[in-house]
């Protein structure tokens, strides 16, 4: 796609999410939860955004993850409660493995949601064949799935699942996250599945969906951000802005280079991604760790020097740290991302 | 040998715990564990327990109701409470209201309104802030005109910890127009029923409802519902909010909290089916969370010994507000590093437990934690105070 186009994509992407179910109206109703609306879901297939991230070969834009990456931003700054972001990094892939699939992806007609590894001891296994049972841990995506994607392991063996939501003994509880977005629990009985892959597998999907909500804190942290800084230099205490107080500047100038480096660790990313889309990617790890490690310590400390409105449910700053909470546990939290890092693979990997 | 360790406090402590196991029931602890929170029965039930029991206030004078203990006692009572999910009364009579009628009031203001405080009887509220007058306290509004024998106040308050719960508030308004604003401020008692209140609920980050805003249209109060001197409300606010500091630090709580993590690591479990007590990283970090509250621990002792000695906390209170505020945050972002998904997902009502019992409430903690370093003064207002009245710069 040509710089020309994916500007104006941004721009429709801006307009549309400002005038459907803006993040405004959804906090002024958040006793309902951050709710997504299925037909959102299928307005967005006709606005071409679900082909988007799909192969030209089988119908799709074939954009790479770099303007994916664009979007999905929007979707973090606007903390829309669709789960586009997760299906913008794994239509690809999905489509590449069951290329049958990609004109139901790209209609909306199929609608995947992923759970994360399971914690609980009665996590998702296999009966040795393609049966599952047990309990699928958090899932992304899946108020309005179709489909699941499920990591699990069938004796020692790591595998991706795929599962059809009509299927025999799926059993869906509501539940949701702490910021609102649905989060119902899947869990199986005897419930048949399509394995898409082994271990390397599970890794990229997971992953690629970690990936995805780096990308979205980025946009979350910036809009954060944006806001903070508008209100402290709105916001009169002691004869003056807030913002001319030195104690605010140098705070501001900390979460701003927080800020700068989760943008850039974003953008490293797509590349990686972009050259290497069966992996690996180096910067993911650091990059999700990030976000557990400095960026919700970052929006933390805006909620604090934007002082007590920041706590009180009206105000779009206490979405923006709940969903970040969301992003640094979600699909491998700070410190299980840290033990990936490998310092000399790191460093002199050139 | 600790310092809790000698005979009498030893001797005390099994004398508190014994009352609590008597006095203390289960639907009381329910209440306490179920959310953050109380309603009003509860606070009140659990306080005329405590009363009745001489232990009212036990930081108060003895004339007026104390217990003429010591820091140690007072603390071990206050730690042995919490570790015991007892309810905490109305901190804002009996730490705040109760202490500045003690210091400033007339006899006769003592005599009406202690003997309810102790008793849980009547609960109170605090007006200070404003939309435009938080950090900045001293830029408030509100308005108080003499009209005959009855003062009217006209304005706006915000923040009420508990504003729907209270009987009175007592409130710093604007009585003298002309002098510089921390001049012109007095301390009045209002009557929550009085024609021309109107609370407005303010729900908070973590969906609950705690804080209210207050408007005045012409409210009345009688003359003599003046707090101490005319025009003098600002030094009784200073002393005030100094007071309210030392309670901020929380210490007690903040260590039932840190026993809660570690009897969390025990139980929960990793990926791999390993205790999380069993990762060194963990252990690392609880270890630095429970040197971090000695420290602040021997921090509120030091201070305590003074109070109870009778002589006002100061300035030297900041120290303990940004401390202990800061460590419970740091404990509740631990509660939800280890309880890991468990910590993010909810029941639909937003009961917290969903895939772990442990996590019941951590996240409800978590998110009403960010306002502890806002509240009574943001921490940066504390680091001026430090920096301006205690290191003169």
Not at chain 1, 139 to 144: H, N, Q, S, T
Not at chain 2, 174 to 179: L, Q
């Amino acid at each position: 796609m040509e710089r020309e186009d994916i500007d104006l994509l941004l721009d429709t992407v801006r307009r549309w999410f400002s005038v459907n179910h803006p993040m405004e109206v959804r906090v002024a109703a958040f006793r309902r939860g951050n709710a997504e609306d299925v037909s959102t879901w299928s307005r967005m297939a006709e606005l071409g955004w679900l082909g988007l991230s799909l192969p030209t070969d089988a119908g799709g834009f074939g954009a790479g993850y770099g303007v994916s990456f664009e979007l999905i931003r929007e979707i973090g700054r606007d903390a829309r409660p669709e789960p586009l972001d997760l299906h913008l990094v794994l239509a690809p892939m999905l489509a590449t493995a069951v290329p049958t699939l990609a004109g139901a992806l790209a209609s909306g007609a199929m609608r995947i949601g992923l759970a994360d590894r399971a914690q609980s001891e009665d996590s998702v296994r296999c009966d040795g064949g393609d049966r599952l049972n047990g309990r699928a841990g958090t899932v992304l995506g899946g108020e309005y799935a179709t489909h699941l994607l499920v990591p699990t392991a069938c004796a020692n063996v790591s595998s991706l699942l795929l599962v059809d939501l009509q299927a025999e003994g799926v059993v869906k509880a509501p539940a949701r996250l702490i910021d609102g977005r649905h989060a119902p629990q899947f869990s199986f009985r005897s419930t048949p599945s399509l394995r898409l892959g082994g271990n390397a597998v599970v890794q990229r999907a997971l992953d690629l969906a970690a990936a995805a909500q780096v990308v979205d804190s980025a946009g979350v942290l910036d809009a954060a951000f944006a806001l903070t800084l508008d209100y402290l230099k709105q916001r009169v205490q002691f004869g003056k802005p807030l913002s001319s107080q030195q104690a605010v500047q140098h705070k501001m100038a900390e979460i701003f280079c927080d800020l700068q480096q989760l943008l850039a660790l974003a953008g490293r990313l797509a590349g990686e991604l972009d050259a290497a889309p069966e992996g690996d990617w180096p910067t993911l790890a650091v990059a999700k760790s990030f976000v557990g490690r400095r960026a919700l310590r970052a929006a933390g400390q805006l909620i604090q020097i934007s002082g007590g409105i920041a706590v009180t449910e009206e105000y779009r700053l206490t979405h923006f740290y709940r969903r970040l909470h969301v992003a640094a546990t979600l699909f491998g939290s700070a410190e299980s991302q840290l033990a990936r890092i490998d310092v000399r693979g790191q460093l002199l990997s050139a | 040998m600790s310092i809790f360790q000698t005979p009498e406090l030893r001797a005390f402590r099994a004398e508190v715990r014994e009352f609590l196991q008597q006095h203390l029931t289960d639907d009381l602890v329910q209440a306490t564990r179920a959310g953050l929170h109380l309603e009003r029965e509860p606070m009140a039930r659990w306080q005329a327990a405590l009363n009745a029991r001489g232990w009212g206030a036990p930081h108060w004078p003895r004339a007026l109701g104390g217990t003429g203990w010591s820091e140690l006692q007072r603390y071990t009572f206050e730690e042995e409470s919490a570790f015991a999910d007892a309810p905490l009364g109305d901190v804002h009579g009996l730490f705040l209201a109760g202490p500045m009628i003690i210091a400033a009031g007339s006899p006769e203001q003592q005599a009406r309104y202690l003997p309810k405080v102790l008793a849980g009887e009547e609960f109170w509220c605090q007006g200070f802030s404003e939309p435009n007058a938080g950090s900045d306290l001293a830029s408030l509004k509100t308005t108080a005109r003499l009209e005959g024998d009855e003062w009217v106040i006209n304005g706006q308050k915000t923040w009420l910890s508990s504003g729907h719960h209270a009987d009175l508030m007592f409130c710093l308004a604007r009585t003298d127009f002309e002098s510089k604003p921390q001049a012109g401020l007095t301390q009045f008692i209002l009557d929550m029923r009085a024609p021309g209140i109107s609370l407005q609920p303010i729900l908070t980050m973590d969906e609950g409802h705690s804080v209210n805003a207050v408007f005045f249209d012409n409210v009345r109060t009688p003359r003599e519902n003046v707090i101490g001197k005319l025009n003098h409300g600002w030094t009784y606010a200073k002393e005030l909010l100094a007071r309210e500091r030392v309670n901020n630090a929380q210490a007690p709580r903040t260590k039932r909290d840190i026993i809660e993590l570690d009897r969390m690591a025990r139980r929960c479990k990793d990926v791999t089916g390993r205790p999380l007590i069993e990762d060194l990283r963990v252990r690392r970090r609880l270890a630095s969370l429970t040197a971090d509250f000695v420290a602040l621990e021997s921090a509120v002792l030091g201070v305590l010994a003074e109070q109870m000695s009778g002589k006002e906390p100061g300035p030297a209170a900041s120290t303990l507000k940004i401390r202990g505020s800061e460590l419970q945050q740091r404990v509740s972002e631990t509660a939800l590093l280890l309880l890991e998904q468990a910590g993010i997902v909810l029941s639909p009502d937003y009961g917290g437990g969903l895939l772990a019992p442990e996590g019941l409430g951590w996240a409800e903690r978590h998110f009403f934690r960010r306002v502890v370093t806002i509240y009574a003064g943001a921490n940066e207002i504390q680091k001026s105070i430090i920096a301006k009245s205690i290191l003169d710069m």
